[in-house]
């Protein structure tokens, strides 16, 4: 099989390309990687040519009436799940162990529904906290979205229980920490400075993210980007770091 392309934007901002770029490192699929910038005419003829919604993240392989095109995220994580690894994303495990045991189906249940929800809802922590991860900025939060923070610590708190301190959502990697990352770099980037005060347990679990070489590896390469995109910046930049800051 053809390796696959996975088109992304740009990685300082791009919440959902991270997802998905995430998904795949973390599984151990092997891709090739395209970075557009997002809102420049550059962009257009890749996407026109690949995402029918004019949006990253798309997953492209194949060729002419064999090419296989995976635009959103979550229908990413579906698709790799089904066709490009033995792993089962929702557990984290091998399928053939994830398929006999009912405790992993119960995790898996409520993996997928933990992603959902973070896919369709969750809007006042998206809007009002834009993923910008060189910047240090000072917001004032909307109800609604202290409203989200707060289910987002309940998720948090309900995976993590009875697990290590340095545990995964569900003890091993899943496709929900993939599809929570975001989030994690969010609160490093609004959460101290707009006052925000967060549970022992969420600050554990963002640092057990933030050790993950995956992350580290995108949020190393966010920073030496110097593009700045008007529409997904918010509240008060308060510092920089990585290119910008020099």
Avoid at 69 to 78: F, N, P
Avoid at 112 to 135: V, Y
Avoid at 238 to 243: N, Q, R, T, Y
Wanted: hydrophobic share 40%; charged share 20%.
């Amino acid at each position: 099989m053809q390796k696959p392309l996975l088109i992304i934007g740009n990685k300082n901002y791009s919440s959902w390309s991270l997802r998905a770029w995430l998904l795949l490192k973390a599984f151990n699929i092997d891709f090739d990687e395209q970075l557009i910038e997002l809102f420049h005419p550059s962009a257009t003829p890749i996407l026109n040519e690949h995402a029918p919604t004019g949006k990253v993240p798309v997953l492209v392989y194949g060729q002419d009436d064999e090419k296989v095109t995976v635009w959103d995220t979550l229908a990413i994580a579906i698709h790799a799940n089904d066709y490009l690894t033995d792993l089962d994303l929702w557990t984290g495990l091998s399928k053939s162990v994830a398929e006999t045991n009912t405790s992993t189906r119960i995790n898996s249940a409520y993996c997928q529904s933990i992603i959902a929800e973070m896919h369709s809802g969750l809007m006042g922590i998206r809007s009002e906290m834009p993923m910008n991860i060189r910047a240090i900025a000072r917001i004032q939060p909307s109800n609604a979205c202290l409203n989200d923070i707060a289910r987002i610590e309940e998720i948090f708190a309900d995976c993590l229980k009875n697990r290590s301190t340095d545990s995964y959502l569900f003890g091993h990697f899943t496709a929900a920490d993939a599809f929570f990352a975001p989030v994690v770099l969010r609160l490093q980037t609004y959460a101290d400075t707009s006052d925000i005060v967060l549970k022992s347990t969420t600050k554990q679990y963002c640092e057990t993210m933030l050790n993950n070489p995956h992350i580290q590896a995108w949020r190393e390469a966010a920073l030496e980007e110097t593009r700045i995109i008007e529409e997904d910046e918010a509240g008060e930049i308060l510092s920089l770091i990585g290119s910008l800051a020099k």
